[in-house]
């Protein structure tokens, strides 16, 4: 991966991020391209309240399995298929 992403990149990432599981060059280029975008920003934030509403009204026997694979891809591949950021009104 480049060092920069753009808003399609940044959304491919999110949940990842979310999830802790991007290495050190991505983490920096998604850090670097939220930092600067404020659509990016925003919706991380969105994001990022929606995860927490979920866990403070959900049982925390919802949370002690990982998202299944098959599960986490669908989630991915339709991520994927939005629309950039930037482009959304």
Do not use: W
């Not at 600067?36 to 927490?52: G, K, V």
Request: hydrophobic share 30%; glycine share 2%.
């Amino acid at each position: 991966m480049s060092g920069q992403i753009d808003c399609k990149g940044f959304q491919d990432l999110i949940l990842d991020y979310t999830e802790k599981e991007l290495d050190s060059n991505q983490l920096k280029a998604f850090e670097s391209h939220f930092t600067a975008c404020p659509e990016c920003m925003d919706y991380l934030n969105s994001y990022t309240l929606t995860i927490d509403f979920c866990k403070e009204k959900l049982s925390p026997e919802h949370f002690k399995q990982k998202m299944p694979p098959a599960v986490k891809k669908r989630i991915c591949d339709f991520l994927k298929n939005l629309p950039e950021v930037s482009s959304v009104k």
